[in-house]
């Protein structure tokens, strides 16, 4: 099993940028689908950034952050991260980091197998 803690949350202006971390434990980090969720109060929790197993392989992105928020990972390091540029208030959420074995569903909380404790993010206008 792997466990997942994130770090980097913190305080941002509108149009500032923050650098979230997602460190795993566990052997077998580079067979694990990574993803990024965050959840706002008072709403669903939703997808918001994905990687694919091989190093170099595909990123998957929620629209509303395409083209700001970029996701990566270093599997010597067993680390994921998430570059957030351009951030906006409605960025506010808590980010969760999640591993998925066995599914290929990059963008569905069902499919995830393990996940951090969250880390805050809170972006003021």
């Known amino acids: 099993q792997v466990q997942l803690v994130e770090s980097g949350g913190g305080l941002a202006q509108a149009g500032g940028s923050l650098r979230l971390s997602c460190a795993a434990s566990?052997?077998?980090?580079?067979?694990?689908?990574m993803g990024w969720f965050r959840q706002a109060p008072g709403k669903e929790r939703e997808f918001v950034a994905a990687?694919?197993?091989?190093?170099?392989?595909?990123?998957y992105y929620a629209d509303s952050v395409k083209g700001r928020f970029t996701i990566s990972r270093d599997n010597a390091k067993m680390s994921v991260y998430l570059q957030m540029n351009s951030l906006k208030p409605e960025d506010t959420a808590v980010y969760y980091c999640a591993g998925d074995r066995y599914s290929n569903n990059y963008d569905r909380i069902s499919s995830y197998d393990y996940w951090g404790q969250g880390t805050q993010v809170t972006v003021s206008s």
């Open positions: 566990g052997r077998t980090f580079s067979t694990y689908l």
């Open positions: 990687i694919s197993r091989r190093s170099g392989g595909s990123t």
